[in-house]
């Protein structure tokens, strides 16, 4: 599999059967705030155009992949199940089986991949802080079936600490069951928190008992030619985070 030059193929130690890429903003047909590879079919974007980057993407996968109805919340769809017509409404997605293709899209939200050691089942997670505060890397961790610490993750490009300032709300959405989870932000300005979505990820994933976590050094905030950034530019495209397992 040749991948744009551009496109992120995870550094972990996954099993070779185990394959994953996030797609960046290079290699697509979008224009403007969108340009060029923008995989969000309700950003605002071109139909047709929107169309045409997923025939991109498409070329460089196993098979069509299955997009989510994402809410920002705590649910995970086993792609192996018998699934309705249309998107299942979740923020995280599961395989064992060879040919399902699991993915979600992010534009400062992360995107965490997770495998056990084996490969035998692989998982992605759209982790931004409504999602991680309610669970959402806890559930797709549970959906592996896998003992935590055979688990290894990684963490995709998402909102940098330097970039994301968020309200007391979202600090005590974390400290409500974590008080140590107030180590990830630090005042800012009167009302105001400097949020680190990589290390809240961590520390969950820690508590969870996953040992091995990589990722973590982007920012889709700051590196504006690289990714999408819906707190940049709300007229933002998405990226996709792809993940599937080899026959």
């Known amino acids: 599999m040749t991948l744009p030059v551009e496109w992120i193929v995870p550094d972990w130690p996954a099993p070779r059967r185990v394959r994953a890429f996030v797609t960046t903003r290079a290699g697509g047909v979008s224009a403007g705030d969108y340009a060029s590879m923008n995989l969000g079919a309700s950003s605002g974007d071109e139909e047709e155009n929107v169309a045409r980057n997923r025939r991109i993407v498409r070329s460089h996968l196993a098979a069509d992949p299955v997009y989510l109805a994402q809410v920002h919340g705590n649910e995970v769809a086993d792609l192996d199940l018998p699934r309705q017509a249309g998107r299942p409404r979740a923020d995280a997605a599961v395989t ?16 965490v991949f997770m495998t056990d050691r084996a490969g035998r089942r692989a998982a992605v997670a759209h982790a931004g802080w409504r999602g991680l505060s309610c669970g959402v890397l806890e559930n797709a961790l549970q959906s592996l079936q896998a003992a935590p610490d055979e688990v290894v993750a990684w963490m995709g490009p998402a909102i940098g600490p330097d970039a994301f300032e968020v309200g007391p ?79």
């Open 96 to 111: 064992g089986r060879a040919g399902n293709v699991a993915v979600v899209l992010t534009a400062d939200c992360m995107p």
């Open 169 to 247: 709300e979202v600090k005590e959405a974390f400290e409500r069951d974590d008080a140590g989870a107030g180590a990830a932000f630090r005042s800012h300005r009167p009302g105001k928190f400097m949020a680190d979505l990589y290390a809240l990820a961590r520390r969950r994933l820690a508590r969870a008992g996953v040992r091995e976590v990589h990722g973590g050094d982007f920012c889709t905030f700051s590196e504006t030619d690289r990714f999408f950034s819906y707190r940049r530019v709300q007229r933002s495209g998405r990226m996709g985070a792809f993940i599937w397992i080899e026959p």
